[in-house]
């Protein structure tokens, strides 16, 4: 949180953002992770680590990997890919394909049969965020997404900051 | 229809994760077992079991407040240790009292073997807390009245492995009495456990099922929950393939990752197979979920006329089978 926090500060304090036609940044992120179906119940709260490059400032690829405590130990890994405004405010909105791995709690079929593992999802998510050139700052960015044989991703990421020297 | 096929690549890839049930084996011995249980036996047992709650002299509150769902002044135990102690010695036992702890927090646990064939040193464990609050005519006195069934209906069989089962005290003291018990290493020997933990309330009507934060368990309380952790699994997959063949009881397993203790499993750890799980003891939990159903749950009305007979005595069936599939019958 404090690495968040300082990289905030930094990004505050930083100049506006130069007109680079690919930027590669590293982010870290916390927040909370919960999928739900008829057999798995799997999430809790975290942080992790990434890197993004946004492409003429505008187009952006992002994977991630966030390790969760609550249900155990949990982790997602995430590849997405936005568009956001040009600017210092620049929402984005992002698509993601989010994958679930680790302990979860499961309901067994009838036969004893497993649930499969791990759980996977696609959706969107959609970011407030602060760009300057030494990186970015994206609060409360929310997420939902589907499993193709069913369930619900819903992700909250409280705080994540990239920054680039 | 780009995004059709790759909607129809990740569904493949699922199922392909998905891993298969468990292979089969031959449960047609532990089901014969579990048929012969005599059901007729259940309700008497639990009513003599709550008549001697109601009548017994209370175990020492002192230092405990009366919370809602805990009403500490209300904890009896010994008339239940003097009748579980009757019944396994006229099934043939030969009962012991195992008492862990000091002071106020001394546990009085009734225990009773029917010793392995072929590999007494690894125990099958069968154990039901014997404490309860008011009559307890759910909480505990059915699981206390189907272990002595299934120990009854075991003594006409040889099993590989020993057969134990534990009458635990002072569950209701936040798990006190096997949480002692374990600890002093009176569990391990033990390598598949089943806990009953409040089994004989059920409703097939609407909404009778309280919901719970991660068990998708539907609204209609007419089913068995089984809790399972990361040891236990393989216990709860052989259980659903018995049952599949036998049709005992409805029953619904969810297996928790790791030792299962955790925030989101706090549930599950209400019940003496919480010390079980953090010692790495394979242990099932069957319960009727008790307060996520039953409305009598910790309270006076928990008296026999309030239990489902026709359920309690298939959950009894299928804990029989249970027990004789994880020990092996001999020939």
Redesign the interface.
Known sequence: MNAVWSLVVVLATAAPRPAEDLVVTPLLQQGAVVF????V?AG?LGGGFGVELALRQHYLLQVDATWL??????WTTRAAAGYQRRGFWSPALWGTFNILW?????????????????S?A?GVRAPVRFAVASGFVSALESGAAL???GGVWLELTLMAAGARW | MKAGSLLLALFSLALACAPPAPAPEDVEPAIAIGRALETANLMPTVEALAAGHLSDTKVSCAGYGPLDLYPACELSRDAAVGFVMDAFARAGLAPRIVTTGTGAQTAKHVVAEWTGATRPAQVVLLAAHLDAFYAGADDNSSGVAVMLETARVLATHRFARTVRFVGFDLEERGDEGSAQFVREGHADDVVAAIVLETVGFASDAPDSQKPLTGFSWGSVGDFLAVAANEDSLPLAQRLLALNRVAGFTKIKAFAAGGSGAYPLTGALLRSDNGPLWLRGVPTLMWTDTANYRNPHYHKATDRPETLSPGFLGGVARATAAAVALYAEVSP
Request: charged content about 25%; hydrophobic content about 40%.
């Open positions: 739900l179906s008829d057999r119940t809790g405590w609550g249900a155990d130990n949990a680790g302990n979860r709690i499961e309901r067994l079929a009838d036969d004893g049969a497993r649930a499969a593992a791990p996977f696609l499993a193709p044989t």
